[in-house]
Protein backbone atom coordinates (compact mmCIF):
# COMPACT_ATOMS: atom_id res chain seq x y z
CA UNK A 1 0.00 0.00 0.00
CA UNK A 2 1.25 3.60 -1.03
CA UNK A 3 2.38 5.63 2.38
CA UNK A 4 3.85 9.25 2.47
CA UNK A 5 5.72 9.81 6.46
CA UNK A 6 6.28 13.09 7.38
CA UNK A 7 8.27 12.31 10.24
CA UNK A 8 8.78 15.46 12.48
CA UNK A 9 5.27 17.54 13.05
CA UNK A 10 7.16 20.74 13.94
CA UNK A 11 10.43 22.03 12.43
CA UNK A 12 12.16 25.34 14.22
CA UNK A 13 14.70 26.95 12.20
CA UNK A 14 16.54 30.28 12.95
CA UNK A 15 16.08 32.73 9.76
CA UNK A 16 18.89 33.22 7.45
CA UNK A 17 19.71 29.11 8.15
CA UNK A 18 19.05 26.47 6.11
CA UNK A 19 15.88 24.08 6.07
CA UNK A 20 14.79 20.81 5.72
CA UNK A 21 11.53 18.89 5.79
CA UNK A 22 12.05 15.64 5.61
CA UNK A 23 9.39 13.26 3.37
CA UNK A 24 9.86 9.48 3.19
CA UNK A 25 7.24 7.42 0.73
CA UNK A 26 6.24 3.75 0.09
CA UNK A 27 5.28 3.04 -3.30
CA UNK A 28 5.52 0.08 -5.67
CA UNK A 29 7.03 1.51 -8.93
CA UNK A 30 8.71 5.29 -9.84
CA UNK A 31 6.38 7.86 -7.72
CA UNK A 32 4.86 11.52 -8.70
CA UNK A 33 5.92 13.45 -5.47
CA UNK A 34 4.88 16.81 -4.67
CA UNK A 35 5.29 19.27 -2.29
CA UNK A 36 2.82 21.79 -1.10
CA UNK A 37 2.48 24.87 1.59
CA UNK A 38 -0.58 25.76 3.54
CA UNK A 39 -0.96 29.05 5.01
CA UNK A 40 -3.07 29.66 7.80
CA UNK A 41 -6.87 29.71 7.01
CA UNK A 42 -6.01 29.03 2.99
CA UNK A 43 -6.03 26.16 0.79
CA UNK A 44 -2.66 24.82 -0.72
CA UNK A 45 -0.01 25.68 -2.67
CA UNK A 46 1.82 23.59 -5.03
CA UNK A 47 5.52 23.61 -4.59
CA UNK A 48 7.35 21.55 -6.85
CA UNK A 49 6.87 18.31 -8.22
CA UNK A 50 9.18 15.05 -9.13
CA UNK A 51 8.20 13.59 -12.35
CA UNK A 52 11.53 11.82 -14.11
CA UNK A 53 14.68 13.47 -14.91
CA UNK A 54 16.96 15.20 -12.51
CA UNK A 55 17.03 13.98 -9.20
CA UNK A 56 17.43 17.74 -7.72
CA UNK A 57 14.13 20.27 -8.31
CA UNK A 58 13.36 23.58 -8.10
CA UNK A 59 10.22 25.14 -7.01
CA UNK A 60 8.54 28.38 -6.07
CA UNK A 61 10.24 30.73 -3.77
CA UNK A 62 13.81 29.54 -3.40
CA UNK A 63 12.73 25.48 -1.97
CA UNK A 64 14.37 23.11 -3.84
CA UNK A 65 13.83 18.97 -3.20
CA UNK A 66 16.03 15.92 -3.99
CA UNK A 67 14.59 12.60 -5.17
CA UNK A 68 16.45 9.81 -3.49
CA UNK A 69 15.52 6.45 -4.67
CA UNK A 70 17.65 4.30 -2.75
CA UNK A 71 16.49 5.73 0.54
CA UNK A 72 12.48 6.31 -0.50
CA UNK A 73 13.18 10.12 0.35
CA UNK A 74 11.86 13.88 -1.03
CA UNK A 75 13.18 16.14 1.51
CA UNK A 76 12.47 19.64 0.98
CA UNK A 77 15.02 22.13 1.38
CA UNK A 78 16.01 25.76 1.34
CA UNK A 79 19.17 27.22 1.80
CA UNK A 80 18.31 30.41 3.96
CA UNK A 81 15.06 30.30 5.63
CA UNK A 82 12.99 33.54 6.01
CA UNK A 83 10.10 33.97 8.56
CA UNK A 84 7.68 34.27 6.18
CA UNK A 85 8.58 30.50 5.18
CA UNK A 86 6.82 29.56 8.83
CA UNK A 87 3.66 27.44 7.26
CA UNK A 88 2.34 23.78 7.21
CA UNK A 89 4.01 22.18 4.65
CA UNK A 90 2.43 18.83 3.00
CA UNK A 91 4.62 16.18 1.01
CA UNK A 92 2.25 14.01 -1.42
CA UNK A 93 2.95 10.86 -3.43
CA UNK A 94 0.59 9.05 -6.42
CA UNK A 95 1.88 6.01 -8.18
CA UNK A 96 2.32 5.38 -12.02
CA UNK A 97 -0.21 2.86 -12.07
CA UNK A 98 -3.68 3.69 -12.63
CA UNK A 99 -5.14 4.08 -9.19
CA UNK A 100 -5.15 7.66 -9.76
CA UNK A 101 -4.66 8.28 -5.67
CA UNK A 102 -2.84 10.69 -4.29
CA UNK A 103 -1.96 9.99 -0.89
CA UNK A 104 -0.71 13.64 1.56
CA UNK A 105 1.13 12.85 4.78
CA UNK A 106 0.16 14.61 7.79
CA UNK A 107 2.19 17.61 7.30
CA UNK A 108 5.15 19.31 9.22
CA UNK A 109 4.92 22.89 10.91
CA UNK A 110 7.78 24.63 9.91
CA UNK A 111 8.46 27.94 12.68
CA UNK A 112 11.29 30.55 11.34
CA UNK A 113 12.37 32.24 14.53
CA UNK A 114 13.72 35.62 13.58
CA UNK B 1 -9.60 35.69 -11.04
CA UNK B 2 -10.07 33.01 -8.74
CA UNK B 3 -8.59 29.78 -10.40
CA UNK B 4 -10.17 27.34 -8.04
CA UNK B 5 -13.57 28.77 -5.63
CA UNK B 6 -15.64 27.61 -3.42
CA UNK B 7 -18.89 28.50 -1.90
CA UNK B 8 -19.74 29.06 0.65
CA UNK B 9 -16.61 29.93 2.51
CA UNK B 10 -18.22 29.20 5.82
CA UNK B 11 -21.14 26.47 6.64
CA UNK B 12 -22.48 26.55 10.39
CA UNK B 13 -25.38 24.06 10.58
CA UNK B 14 -27.78 21.58 12.67
CA UNK B 15 -27.13 18.02 13.02
CA UNK B 16 -29.38 16.19 10.48
CA UNK B 17 -29.50 19.02 7.98
CA UNK B 18 -28.49 18.42 4.34
CA UNK B 19 -26.23 20.82 2.88
CA UNK B 20 -24.00 21.22 -0.22
CA UNK B 21 -20.86 22.85 -1.16
CA UNK B 22 -19.85 24.04 -4.76
CA UNK B 23 -16.85 24.47 -6.10
CA UNK B 24 -15.99 25.68 -9.37
CA UNK B 25 -12.20 26.03 -11.34
CA UNK B 26 -11.21 28.52 -14.65
CA UNK B 27 -8.38 26.70 -15.40
CA UNK B 28 -10.08 24.63 -17.76
CA UNK B 29 -8.60 21.53 -16.30
CA UNK B 30 -9.64 17.65 -16.23
CA UNK B 31 -9.69 16.33 -13.09
CA UNK B 32 -11.12 17.35 -9.81
CA UNK B 33 -11.03 16.29 -6.40
CA UNK B 34 -12.72 16.73 -3.01
CA UNK B 35 -10.15 16.36 0.31
CA UNK B 36 -11.63 16.41 3.99
CA UNK B 37 -9.15 18.41 6.65
CA UNK B 38 -9.95 17.56 9.78
CA UNK B 39 -8.81 19.72 13.07
CA UNK B 40 -5.13 17.96 13.25
CA UNK B 41 -4.69 19.37 9.52
CA UNK B 42 -4.69 16.18 8.06
CA UNK B 43 -5.52 16.06 4.63
CA UNK B 44 -7.75 13.00 3.48
CA UNK B 45 -8.65 12.69 -0.03
CA UNK B 46 -12.51 11.93 -0.62
CA UNK B 47 -13.37 11.93 -4.21
CA UNK B 48 -11.87 12.73 -7.55
CA UNK B 49 -13.45 12.97 -10.94
CA UNK B 50 -11.40 12.81 -14.21
CA UNK B 51 -13.65 14.37 -17.43
CA UNK B 52 -16.63 13.98 -15.32
CA UNK B 53 -16.03 10.58 -14.76
CA UNK B 54 -15.60 9.59 -10.96
CA UNK B 55 -12.37 7.99 -11.06
CA UNK B 56 -11.47 7.97 -7.17
CA UNK B 57 -14.39 6.87 -4.39
CA UNK B 58 -12.58 6.96 -1.30
CA UNK B 59 -14.54 5.61 1.63
CA UNK B 60 -16.71 7.99 2.81
CA UNK B 61 -20.01 7.73 4.39
CA UNK B 62 -23.06 7.34 1.46
CA UNK B 63 -24.23 10.77 2.81
CA UNK B 64 -21.72 12.35 0.87
CA UNK B 65 -22.60 12.21 -2.59
CA UNK B 66 -20.40 14.41 -5.19
CA UNK B 67 -21.70 15.84 -8.49
CA UNK B 68 -20.05 16.92 -11.50
CA UNK B 69 -22.49 19.11 -14.38
CA UNK B 70 -19.53 19.36 -16.35
CA UNK B 71 -15.52 19.61 -15.98
CA UNK B 72 -15.34 23.16 -14.57
CA UNK B 73 -17.64 22.13 -11.62
CA UNK B 74 -18.01 19.29 -9.00
CA UNK B 75 -20.41 19.47 -5.90
CA UNK B 76 -20.30 17.93 -2.81
CA UNK B 77 -23.62 17.23 -0.91
CA UNK B 78 -23.97 16.11 2.57
CA UNK B 79 -27.21 14.21 3.66
CA UNK B 80 -27.83 14.13 7.67
CA UNK B 81 -25.10 15.62 8.80
CA UNK B 82 -23.46 14.57 11.96
CA UNK B 83 -21.19 16.61 14.72
CA UNK B 84 -17.86 14.41 13.14
CA UNK B 85 -18.66 15.90 9.60
CA UNK B 86 -17.04 19.29 10.97
CA UNK B 87 -13.93 19.84 9.11
CA UNK B 88 -12.69 22.03 6.22
CA UNK B 89 -13.18 20.67 3.00
CA UNK B 90 -11.27 21.36 0.26
CA UNK B 91 -11.55 21.72 -3.71
CA UNK B 92 -8.49 20.94 -5.83
CA UNK B 93 -8.41 20.44 -9.73
CA UNK B 94 -5.58 19.15 -11.88
CA UNK B 95 -4.72 19.49 -15.73
CA UNK B 96 -4.89 15.56 -15.52
CA UNK B 97 -4.36 12.65 -12.88
CA UNK B 98 -0.78 13.30 -12.54
CA UNK B 99 0.12 16.90 -12.77
CA UNK B 100 0.17 19.14 -9.44
CA UNK B 101 -3.44 20.53 -7.43
CA UNK B 102 -4.68 23.86 -7.11
CA UNK B 103 -6.64 23.97 -4.19
CA UNK B 104 -9.80 26.42 -3.45
CA UNK B 105 -9.57 28.28 -0.30
CA UNK B 106 -11.82 25.73 1.81
CA UNK B 107 -15.31 25.67 2.98
CA UNK B 108 -15.45 25.11 6.99
CA UNK B 109 -18.62 23.20 7.67
CA UNK B 110 -19.57 23.38 11.26
CA UNK B 111 -22.01 20.97 12.60
CA UNK B 112 -23.77 21.62 15.99
Not at chain 1, 21 to 46: A, D, E
Request: net charge positive.
Amino acid sequence: AQSVAQPEDQVNVAEGNPLTVKCTYSVSGNPYLFWYVQYPNRGLQFLLKYITGDNLVKGSYGFEAEFNKSQTSFHLKKPSALVSDSALYFCAVRDRSGTYKYIFGTGTRLKVLA
Amino acid sequence: DTAVSQTPKYLVTQMGNDKSIKCEQNLGHDTMYWYKQDSKKFLKIMFSYNNKELIINETVPNRFSPKSPDKAHLNLHINSLELGDSAVYFCASSQDTAHEQFFGPGTRLTVL
